[in-house]
Each structure stands twice: as C-alpha cells, then as structure tokens.
C-alpha cells in the first residue's frame, strides 16, 4: 500500500493568500479541487499520472472557484463557555457545567456541555 504524500503551497487570488494543501494520492484518477470547510483551506489531489506543478496550475485555473467557494464558509466560532453558537438558525449560548450530571444538550437558548474544565478552551 502506498502512502499519500502532502505538502502546503500558497495560491495568490486577486491579492488574496489561499491556503492549499497539494495531495498526491496514488489511487486518484483525474485531478480534484475542493475546500475543506474546517480547516478553511483549498485540497488538490494529484493523481501519479499527472505532474504536481499542472495540478497547481488547474488550481490557479479554478482561482476564482476557490475564492468564491471559500467566501461562503461561514467564520470559525471558538468553542468556549459564553460563546453564541447558530444550530438550525437557533442561537445557543455555550455554557460548561461540569458538576451537571447526566447529560449535555440545549434548552431556552443555552446549550449545557459537561467535562472538565482543564479540557475547555480559555474564553
């Protein structure tokens, strides 16, 4: 089984630096161009047949598909107690209870995480 190799190159879009994660996969077939929505970055796979450098340029090709795909995804909310989370246009505040025993969920606009406090990001 052979490995799939990564490396990370910066696209300049309109003036614009886009992150690109350049994956050469030896069971692809064609190129792909995606974006992957939690890291906020662009994804090239490069099949064997094809050289690195022309997937850059499909890349550079789909510049503005990039652009315009990254543009719709929406901006990274911390994870922290008090922050305002949206879950099916609902508005939830984040709220850690560690002591609350039994469950995590959501109710009257606040959503309850249990866990310990050292594992929680600092607000």
Not at 26 to 41: F, M
Not at 64 to 84: E, I
Request: aromatic share 6%.
């Amino acid at each position: 089984m052979r490995k799939i190799h990564e490396d990370r190159r910066v696209l300049n879009v309109d003036g614009r630096e886009i992150a690109l994660r350049v994956r050469r996969n030896p069971r692809a077939r064609r190129l792909s161009l995606r974006v992957d929505t939690i890291e906020g970055e662009a994804v090239l796979t490069v099949p064997p047949s094809t050289s690195v450098i022309e997937g850059i340029r499909f890349a550079e090709r789909k510049s503005g598909w990039l652009a315009n795909r990254l543009d719709k995804v929406p901006p990274r909310v911390p994870f922290v107690d008090g922050s305002t989370v949206s879950i099916l246009d609902q508005e939830y505040v984040v709220r850690h209870a560690p002591m609350r025993a039994g469950w995590s969920g959501a109710r009257a606009g606040k959503s309850w995480f249990r866990g310990a406090s050292n594992i929680w990001p600092a607000a």
